[in-house]
């Protein structure tokens, strides 16, 4: 079976949290709750520190903060209309289509585990869950899209058995 995520770890401490197979589990139930086929897709996940992370988000979004989790789609499928489900993408076994890049901070995230009583691996599992979501298109800038996005992702987060993280 083709990987779907091409896993970089730019913080070893990265490596003892499973990240590759926590994303590669998050990102296919993903797709897969989507009606999409995980082998028809791929996407890069870059596990770093919050130093990493607070210098990409001050270069793409003008903060330079650390934050959890940053997602760059490969390609606009946001919805027009609010609460609209987004344009999903067509991609192939025999030609991958590339959803993009998503960037992961080890602290930030452990911390808000420690601060939400989660386990890191629930808590990673979710973040995978909802940049993946942003991949493809889904956002939580207008309120039809946030309750669009909240519902999806609560879903997908169950079947994967993690407790709704907006109760």
Known sequence: MRRLVDTVIEDARWQGA????VSE???????AAL????GSFELCLMGCNDARIAELNGDFRAKPTATNVLSWPSAERGAAVEGALPEMPNGSAAMPEELGDIAIAWETCNREADE?????????THLIVHA???LLGY???????ATLMEKTETGILASLGVADPYS
Do not use: F
Not at 18 to 21: E, K, P, S, V
Not at 116 to 124: A, D, G, I, P, S
């Open 139 to 145: 956002d939580h800038i207008r309120e039809g899209d």
């Open 18 to 21: 499973d990240l590759a197979g």
């Open 116 to 124: 939400q009583r989660k386990t890191l691996h629930n808590h990673v």
């Open 25 to 31: 589990v998050a990102s296919r139930a993903t797709l």
């Open 35 to 38: 009606g999409l086929d995980p």
């Open 132 to 134: 993946t979501l942003h």
